[in-house]
């Protein structure tokens, strides 16, 4: 995701104190409202976009054939040229050779002494005027059609030149065409691929809005103050149950599960999107950390590698009972310690940050690891031995197939 979009994630987030370094100032429900609206207007403007470019590209399609056409025509004209030129040529053998036999023509034209003969060769007056006549007409016409047919062997030449320099004209402007459709489909891609993000947004900023208003807030309320006002009626850091619970990826493929080796303490997956493919809650919940795992070498990790995994722990009340729900290995972060989430609001990327001794289809270890458990040793009311005997299982709450689309 570009840095722009990233940014535009940030401010969609609805209940952020801080996200280190940038302090994000509290909203109320009145202007998660006009996000929805303005995430709205985005996409929309976005679609615009799409329609105009392939508007565009179908006139630079229709114009790519007209001079396929064109070239094909030309091409034709081309061969039709060629195969009046050969005629010409055998034309001029023709008339050629004609001319030789009729009284050894090229004898007479070449030496005078073969004409005087010819014409003293005469048996009377008449005969010789005669011949002297007819040497001339078939001199003069041999000439004339030699003439012709030379004009025409370079008039059907020079129209071929001219009209392969015009196909190579032609063939110019289609590249240029061509490049043209494909620099608008690059950019009709860019668009597309910026519209999921936008989408997410109006999502996430939609279920803000369902959210704030369901925890009570006044329409004008500064969130911050409405989740303190929550909390404190309720004892602190109140989490609305949630009936279901949804994927923590939209596009994912399902890896390694609990205990599918040993050590393992929960359910791996990927993406084709890799550190492009967003993180979220699986359910409304709250942060009750985020930091770094202490996995290092020689410690619970074991696997011989350095921890530091950027780790997410959100409790989650689902239908009544409290999960504590762990998110490792973010390439990025956009919450923290403190707030309330919802379903949909961006925790941040997928990444391969800390251990990750695994391999995915593409043969990288970028993977979110989600674990599950009923306490934590984060604020969570256990110890890490305590979490470890508390663990569950994520299918039990989560469906995870082997490749989806949708959460």
Known sequence: MKKGIVSI?????????LIAPIEVSAKTLSEFEAEVAKFTAELQAKQNKIAKNDAEVAQITKHISELQAQVKQIENDISRLQNEIEESNKEIKKKGKESK???????????????LEYIFGSTSITDMIYRISMVEQLTEYNDKVMKELDALIKKNKT????????????????????????RINADTQAVRDTMPSVQEQIKAAKENVAYLKKLGCGKNEDVQSCIYRVNQSSGGASVPSSG????????????????????????DMTSPNKKGETIYPIANGYVIYQDHDNCTT????????????????IRHNINGRYIYASYLHLSQVYVGAGQQV????????????????????????????????TCHYYGGGCTYNGYKSQIINPTSYVSFPGRWSNR
């Open 101 to 115: 036999k009729i009284i050894e023509y090229y004898q007479l034209s070449n030496g005078e002494n073969s004409y």
């Open 244 to 267: 279901s619970t949804l994927r923590p990826i939209t596009n994912g493929i399902r890896q390694g599960g609990l205990g599918s080796y040993s050590g393992h303490t929960g359910q």
């Open 298 to 313: 020689g410690g619970w990790c074991g696997y011989g590698c350095n921890g530091n995994a950027n780790m997410i722990v």
């Open 159 to 182: 129209q071929q030149t001219q009209l392969g320099s015009k196909k190579e004209e032609l063939g110019k402007v289609q590249e240029e065409l061509k490049s043209e459709r494909e």
């Open 342 to 373: 919802s379903a949909y609001t961006p925790l941040g990327k997928m990444g391969n940050t800390g251990c990750t001794s695994g391999s995915d289809e593409g043969g990288t270890s970028i993977h979110l690891h989600l674990e599950l458990a």
């Open 9 to 17: 994630v940030v401010v969609s987030i609805f209940l952020s104190y």
